[in-house]
Nanobody, 115 residues
Framework: QVQFVESGGGLVQPGGSLRLSCAAS????????VAWYRQTPEKQRELVAV???????NYADSVKGRFTISRDNAKNTVYLQMNSLKPEDTAVYYC?????????WGQGTQVTVSS
């Protein structure tokens, strides 16, 4: 059974940083492209950052230069380093394959950027 478990969220002031982690199980993690997504009550879930099995990365325009996605295949884990956080980054953050698979969504981790 495939499972993604996100962690590392929290409350941070504007301009601050957080590092999210996502541990995968039940899947040959190293062969897949994985991604971070985020969702707010007002918006549809959106793609934030993607990393391929070959370590190619892509980012949403809104986070380019501020967020960095990385992966550790030995730990079946994908990370999202978030710097210079803005209030508009407030959301629940999820990881999944890319393209996403509906049954693989986890609980996510809440990130709140507020003073």
């Amino acid at each position: 059974q495939v499972q993604f478990v996100e962690s590392g969220g929290g409350l941070v002031q504007p301009g601050g940083s957080l590092r999210l982690s996502c541990a995968a199980s039940g899947i040959r993690f190293n062969i897949y492209t994985v991604a971070w997504y985020r969702q707010t009550p007002e918006k549809q879930r959106e793609l934030v950052a993607v990393i391929s099995s070959g370590l190619s990365t892509n980012y949403a325009d809104s986070v380019k230069g501020r967020f960095t996605i990385s992966r550790d295949n030995a730990k079946n884990t994908v990370y999202l380093q978030m710097n210079s956080l803005k209030p508009e980054d407030t959301a629940v953050y999820y990881c999944n394959l890319h393209p996403s698979v509906a049954r693989y969504w986890g609980q996510g981790t809440q990130v709140t950027v507020s003073s």
